[in-house]
């Protein structure tokens, strides 16, 4: 009898094994490096991308999903968010995304809560991954960012500390002041003694007044060392200027984010090679530095080679940078690179490892659309991660249906 039981045990074993196999056959295949979709069927085996070709052959233990020529994309990604850090901005004792004692080394990653609200909303919508980001400060460098993956699974897949974030121009203080600060602290950072960090703190006269911790010099001192990424917030034609001059200055692996009058020194930019994140919903100046803001940005920017990631002002709903993004295409630029900008390019500037895009060898992170992805109407009809079925279900999908479905409550449910 043991000897059955076992034997069963195995048989059981090797067919759960089988079954690991995914065939999504005649989608058509938006792989996120900017070129044009084709169709072709996509093999999934234990959550990786095993192969992408035409007239895959199923095998009976496999479990196939027929696409019929819809949309597929990678996962979309968010360069920036607050996704798992702040469920009501009001309310502080759900906020996560600050701090009161660090400035630039600031790290947020253990603090991620996979229970947000916003993780099933923006995942439904066909967001698989964020970068979760402080918030900001008076202060230019406002913290770290990291990677996760909104499976919202308890064991958090991530990556702590992938960029660093903070702001140039718009500031309640001098943006010279800025500068100089920026400037100060990067010196100040590249040639502090690792050893002695504390006694060398407490001699800088700088380091004193702005009360730093050896934390925050030593996460400045990665812009230099390691070239964590640095999103920089930005807008005046002449900041953006000044960000350059400081890429070069000191090898800084820039991002630029906002951007409004980058067509104003458009040239520089791109011969700058820096990428950057714009929202191309906002053409309606907040402030002096916004001046030239318009809705034709992510074109101009495009068809300069410059490589575009989007963001939106829509706190808590991420995947609104899908509507930008179709938006930008309404003004101009090219379909298949806003595509990219939502999936590989987030992933290859943030050094996310095997997401982004639908490559072999890479985790299987999909969206299938019910229509076209830069449509505000579509919607996602499945969300793999890791090659995982996801639950659509939201909270918002629940209250609709007790609301409007459960006829058996009271009647004040039902309105």
Do not use: C
Not at 238 to 252: C, P, S
Not at 285 to 295: I, R
């Amino acid at each position: 009898m043991r000897k059955f039981l076992l034997s069963l045990t195995i048989l059981f074993s090797f067919s759960s094994f089988l079954k690991a196999e995914l065939l999504i056959t005649q989608a058509n295949v938006h792989i996120g490096d900017g070129a044009a979709p084709f169709t072709a069927d996509i093999l999934i085996r234990d959550g990786i991308i095993q192969k992408i070709a035409s007239n895959i052959s199923p095998q009976s233990n496999w479990e196939v999903l027929e696409a019929n020529g819809l949309n597929v994309t990678p996962g979309l990604i968010s360069p920036t968010s607050n996704i798992g850090m702040v469920e009501i901005n009001a309310l502080d004792d759900t906020r996560d995304d600050e701090s009161s004692l660090l400035k630039s080394g600031f790290s947020l990653f253990h603090a991620f809560n996979p229970n947000s609200t916003l993780i099933p909303w923006n995942r439904s919508n066909g967001v698989t991954g964020t970068i979760s980001s402080p918030s900001g400060s008076a202060f230019p460098f406002w913290g770290m960012g990291s990677y996760f993956l909104l499976d919202a699974s308890m064991k958090i897949t991530g990556l702590k500390d992938v960029a660093m974030y903070g702001r140039l121009g718009s500031s309640s203080g001098s943006r010279a002041e800025d500068i100089l600060m920026i400037e100060s602290l990067l010196r100040l950072a590249a040639s502090i003694d690792l050893e002695n960090i504390e006694d060398e703190l407490d001699d800088s006269l700088l380091a004193t007044k702005l009360e730093l911790q050896p934390e925050d010099i030593l996460a400045i001192r990665r812009l230099i060392s390691e070239e964590l990424p640095f999103v920089l917030e930005t807008n005046r034609a002449a900041d953006i200027l000044q960000a350059i001059r400081l890429k070069e200055t000191y090898g800084l692996n820039l991002i630029l984010e906002s951007v409004e009058e980058a067509p104003l020194v458009l040239t520089e930019l791109a011969s700058a090679n820096i990428p950057v994140i714009i929202d191309p919903m906002d053409n309606i100046p907040d402030s002096f530095d916004e001046l030239a803001s318009s809705l034709d940005l992510a074109s101009i920017l495009d068809k300069a080679g410059i490589v575009i990631m989007f963001s939106t002002q829509r706190s808590h709903n991420y995947h609104l940078m899908r509507q930008g993004a179709g938006n930008a295409v309404a003004y101009g630029m090219n379909y298949n690179h806003a595509i990219r900008g939502m999936t590989k390019a987030v992933a290859d500037i943030f050094r996310i490892p095997n997401r982004g895009s639908i490559a072999v060898g890479n985790y299987a992170d999909l969206v299938i659309w019910d229509g076209d992805p830069l449509e505000p109407s579509t919607l996602p009809k499945y969300v793999y991660i890791n090659g995982k079925n996801m639950d659509l279900n939201t909270r918002a999908t629940r209250l609709t249906e007790r609301y409007s479905k459960e006829t058996d409550k009271p009647r004040v449910y039902l309105h």
